[in-house]
């Protein structure tokens, strides 16, 4: 069995992203070591920059239904109440 030989490397970066690098691995079970190796190997393997790894973020649309959710949660007489589906299919669909 032929052992592999480690080399360390520096890298240069802003440290307010080293911080969230090294939470966002911490929070996905990696080390920063680790995640570097997988995308340094990756890399080799296909030969191109592999962007696929990661989380959902939600995105602006969706992180604003969330909150308004939350608010209705907290005081349900916020938001539109309906007693059949039709009225409010309607009132959804019209261009108010």
């Given at each position: ?40 190997k ?55």
């Open positions: 069995m032929t052992h592999m030989s480690s080399t360390n490397i520096n890298i240069r970066m802003d440290a307010d992203l080293k911080s969230a690098f090294e939470a966002f691995c911490k929070d996905v079970g990696l080390t920063m070591t680790t995640a570097f190796n997988v995308f340094a990756k890399t080799v393997d296909e030969q191109r920059i592999p962007f696929s790894i990661g989380r959902e973020v939600p995105n602006r649309e969706t992180r604003e239904a969330l909150e308004e959710v939350r608010q209705m949660k907290k005081n349900p007489s916020a938001g539109e109440m309906y007693t059949d589906v039709d009225t409010m299919m309607k009132e959804l669909l019209s261009d108010v």
